[in-house]
Every structure is written in C-alpha cells, then in structure tokens.
C-alpha cells in the first residue's frame, strides 16, 4: 500500500536515461510507519486466504486430472454416465 501511495513521490525519484529505476539508496532512505497490531490482524486475514487459495489449487489439479481421465474414456464410449458412482 505504501508504495501505491507514494507512486508519484517514488517516480519522481526514478533515474536514468535509457530505463528509469530508484535505486537502493532511494529506498533504505525511506521511512516507513508500522503498527505491528495492523500488521498482525492483516497478517492473520491473509493467512486464512493464503491456505484457502492453497487448498483451492489442490482441489483444481484434483478435478482437472480426474476430467483427463475421465474425459477420453467417456468420449470412446469405453466408460458410461451411469456406470460412475460418486
């Protein structure tokens, strides 16, 4: 966010002719506020993302291995609707 916020301030400081970059001197010198409590509470809501996104991905190979397989076979007629239990 602090980046987002500052994007004009850190352009601004960009340098180079052929291809703009803030250097690292630009950025040690910057001062950044914190309130560990905000980034504790953001930290927890982004954790329970993070496992939910993680846990989704699983869930997507899963699927998208089980329709390749499932797939051709139904496709060939070798395997039929009503012989899959789920």
Not at 6 to 14: E, H, Q, T, V, Y
Not at 36 to 43: A, G, L, P, Q, T
Not at 77 to 82: A, P, R, T, V
Request: proline share 1%; net charge positive.
């Amino acid at each position: 966010m602090f980046v987002l916020f500052n994007k004009i301030s850190l352009i601004n400081k960009a340098i180079g002719s052929a291809q703009q970059n803030i250097s690292q001197v630009i950025i040690k010198g910057m001062k950044l506020a914190y309130d560990i409590d905000v980034i504790s509470k953001f930290n927890d809501i982004i954790e329970s993302m993070l496992i939910r996104i993680e846990k989704n991905m699983i869930e997507s190979f899963r699927l998208s291995s089980l329709r390749d397989t499932l797939l051709p076979r139904l496709m060939s007629g070798e395997l039929k609707i009503n012989d899959i239990s789920v």
